[in-house]
């Protein structure tokens, strides 16, 4: 390969990638944090702002409910897609019949554009339309109705029922894989040694399925800071911005009020906190693997 | 004994987990059949006869073939695009010979870093970028999808590039090949398994995405399917049945494609965390 590895050849054959990889994912960046420092409402020139947008930014109520109900979000679907997820790996690796079938089921909603998973479930938690308040009123607990999405609490746990919905076949898939990566010898002989099934669990699979459990972690993690359609379609970020969420109000900001400057601010602060919050995981996982 | 009363209860659980999952889905096929004022006043009921009125609606609304034809157009276009430039950078990543180990390395990682970054940066700056660039309709969506496949691409490229022994290169090299038959006649056949794998995983991802395509499209003439979903719902009113109706349309060809693609959708979807 040497003879053909020329300096001209593998230039011109990276090139084409470096451009584009450049031109619209790298200098996006650095523009969206030039405008962050600026004001600017799409006409005329940008002007330099300083730390004006930052400043506004703390001071600003719905940031800071946009922050809250993200971090909602973010605990919520993390604690129990994990979980659940796992759980239900456990079970679908298990040789009973019918997991193949049961699993391209629970998969579906992952391939499902994230928009239409938003209008599905208005059918569902609407308070009007929705199957949920009506059921409840059919059975007479007109009492345990509530404004799942759209009033004032509920919305951000919603959405991350619907967003668990959605990911939920995907990362159970994932854990299927991981665990049939583990050797069948392994599992039989800590068997033979008279482990229950809690002990081979916490003891032997779950340590031998860390690296797949910690890229799963960093996938719900980036996943949760893209949720966007689900909120557009369910609440649109209201009533009066309150199931706001990062993306949502950084979104609205810049496209529905015209604020490009601030919206950039918000967008910019987003982006900062999930790759935070990743290499917040990335670092605390890779201690416990020095153990 | 133990064992068996085990049995059933995991196929309990798996039979109702399954059923909570798919319900959404069966419940929104029902709902197309039922009209705007059924759904309102009785949302519980279940359709009375195969009523179509929602679809026609929907298609004297909205022109779906133009949807499909934009969709398949923005599909097919940027994936020509992002295999082949991606086909040759993951090639020399992977098979050519680098002096500085480093140097390579160092460019795979900048070309994975795409990973974690959010499209919702991406949207306003890219809309600048394509109005310097002149890059309008259609268009304005292709560099943003090719770009933002790119992480992914090389990942998966790369990767099984890598497994495919050195020795066919030098063989081939042996025996007079140049460089571009190496590429397109001998290496590019093994890859297909991939290739296909990527495919699939792109045409789904542009089917389904919105926020590039909400934010660079102007022209109802110029929508792809994601935008038609969110057509129905107009500021003050809101046609339940013609939205159903669309959403259904736009995910019955969906549930077609995985159908058969199953087994590559999972593959692309799973391939980078299990191998980390």
Known sequence: ?????????????????????????????????????????????????????????????????SLKNTLIIFVLVFVLLMVLSFLLALLLNSKIKGTGFSKA??????????????????????????????????????ALKHKWIGGDVLSPYSISIIYLWQQLGYLTTIFVAG??????DVLEAVKID????????????????????????????????????????TTGGGPNHLSETLVTYSYATTFTSSDYGYGMSLATITFLLSLIITGVYSFLTREKEGE | MVNKKKKTVSYIIMILVTL???????????????????????????????NLDNYKNAFHTLNYVQLYANTFFVCVVSIIIELAITYFSSFVLSRMYFKNKKLRSLLYGFLILGLSVS????????????????????????????ATSISFNTLLLTGYLKALP???????????????????????????????????????????????????????????????????????????????????????????????????????MTAGAVKG
């Open chain 1, 1 to 65: 390969m040497h003879w053909l590895s020329k300096k001209r050849y593998k230039i011109g054959l990276m090139l084409p990638t470096l451009i584009v990889y450049s031109v619209f994912i790298i200098l996006p960046i650095i523009i969206a944090i030039y405008y962050s420092f600026t004001r600017y409402s799409g006409i005329g020139k940008a002007r330099f702002a300083g730390l004006s947008n930052y400043a506004r930014l703390l001071k600003d109520d719905v940031f800071w409910v």
């Open chain 1, 105 to 142: 089921l629970i998969f579906s909603p992952a391939i499902i554009a994230p928009i239409i998973v938003g209008i599905i479930w208005v059918y569902i938690l609407d308070p009007n339309v929705g199957i949920i308040n009506n059921i409840l009123d059919a059975l007479n607990l007109g």
């Open chain 1, 179 to 184: 665990l049939k990566m583990i050797p069948e």
């Open chain 1, 194 to 233: 008279g482990a229950s099934s809690v002990q081979t669990v916490r003891f032997v699979i779950i340590p031998m399925m860390k690296t797949t459990i910690s890229s799963t972690a960093i996938l719900v993690i980036t996943g949760v800071f893209k949720i966007f359609e689900i909120v557009q379609q």
């Open chain 2, 20 to 50: 909570i999952v798919v319900f959404p889905l069966i419940w929104m096929l029902l709902l197309s059949f039922k009209s705007n004022a059924e759904i309102l006043a009785n949302p519980l009921s279940l359709p009375k006869s195969f």
């Open chain 2, 119 to 146: 499209p919702f940066i991406l949207l306003f700056p890219v809309y600048k970028i394509n109005v310097a660039l002149h890059l309008r309709e259609q268009l304005a969506l292709i560099f943003p999808y090719v």
């Open chain 2, 166 to 268: 050195a020795e066919i290169d030098e063989a081939a090299i042996i025996d007079g090949c140049s460089l571009w038959d190496l590429m397109f006649r001998i290496i590019l056949p093994m890859a297909k398994p991939v290739i296909a794998t990527i495919v699939i995983f792109n045409v789904l991802y542009i089917w389904n995405e919105y926020p590039f395509a909400s934010v660079m499209l102007r022209d109802v003439s110029d929508y792809t399917l994601s935008m038609g979903a969110s057509f129905f719902k107009g500021t003050y009113t809101v046609d339940y049945g013609g939205i159903v109706a669309s959403s259904v349309m736009i995910i019955i060809p969906e549930l077609i494609f995985y159908g058969i693609f199953q087994k590559n959708i999972v593959e692309g």
